[in-house]
């Protein structure tokens, strides 16, 4: 990674940066079709079906949904930053697209025929809200959230950026937990074994956990991990982070 100034300064968080470098460009594109191969593979292989869906902090990116989409009926986003939610705000409203050659990726998968334009239209469709969330709270989506709980709860690369510490990853495994229904499945990407990843200048420290740990957290909440995949950091991901691997799982 260059010289970059270290912040945990989630207003300096630049979405276009982010979804450009992680999503967007060809590089990106080999990182990112494994976590999109995992999700599909995810929902399709384990019978993963509800009403209602929350994505926990969203940021700029819908690559989540792009499989999770076609298993449930409303989804809503979430997001800690009001740059995040105002980046999503715009790409519901069709002011942005993502990144078109994810979205192709997907619909390959799947063997569908659709256009890149006509998916993201069906998953706007089942898009009810962008609301804030803080996952650190035990009431991660404020007191004035309706109560209506989810189904299906994904967040990918999240956790790991909001606290600093293994019982501070398992609150947050509690904390989403309530907003989710009794049988739910609660599905998570997370970086394992690293320190940093760049968002433009800046370096944003992220918790170092290990496959273990998260699972012993995952344990002590509740939780039977169902389905999981784990792959190994490549020299693309070491330009803007440092992971040792990344984490992928449904828990029931
Ligand atoms: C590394 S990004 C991941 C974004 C996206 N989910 C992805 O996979 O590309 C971390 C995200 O966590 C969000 N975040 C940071 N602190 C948070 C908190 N306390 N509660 C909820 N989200 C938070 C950030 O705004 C940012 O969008």
Redesign the pocket.
């Known amino acids: 990674m260059e010289k970059l100034q270290p912040t945990d300064d989630?207003a300096k968080?630049d979405?276009e940066w982010?979804?450009t470098n992680?999503?967007g460009t060809e590089e990106a594109s080999i990182n990112m079709r494994t976590?999109l191969t995992i999700y599909h593979q995810f929902f399709t292989q384990n019978n993963i079906r509800g009403k209602r869906l929350l994505?926990?902090?969203?940021?700029?990116?819908i690559?989540?949904l792009l499989s999770a989409s076609n298993h449930v009926d409303e989804i809503i986003l979430?997001?800690?930053?009001p740059q995040?939610r105002q980046y999503l705000e715009n790409w519901l409203n069709g002011k942005t697209s993502h990144p078109k050659m994810m979205v192709d990726f997907v619909t390959s998968l799947e063997g569908r025929t659709v256009t890149a334009e006509e998916k993201e239209n069906e998953i706007r469709q089942k898009v009810k809200g962008i609301l804030h969330?803080?996952?650190?709270?035990e009431q991660?989506l404020g007191r004035d959230y309706d109560g209506e709980l989810f189904d299906v709860i994904i967040?990918?690369?999240?956790f790991e950026?909001?606290?600093t510490d293994v019982p501070g990853y398992k609150r947050?495994i509690e904390n989403v937990s309530r907003l989710l229904k009794k049988g739910g499945y609660l599905i998570i990407?997370v970086?394992l074994e690293g320190d940093t990843?760049q968002?433009g200048e800046f370096a944003?420290p992220?918790m170092n956990i290990t496959k273990e740990q998260v699972d012993k957290a995952m344990k002590e909440s509740g939780y039977e991990i169902i389905a999981s995949d784990q792959i190994q950091g490549t020299p693309v991901d070491a330009q803007f982070q440092d992971f040792k691997s990344y984490y992928f799982f449904v828990g029931k």
């Open positions: 989630y968080f979405p982010y979804l992680y999503v976590d994505d926990v902090g969203t940021g700029p990116s690559h989540t979430s997001d800690y930053t995040n969330i803080d996952i650190t709270s991660p967040t990918s690369y999240c950026a909001a606290v947050c990407g970086c990843y968002v944003y992220t």
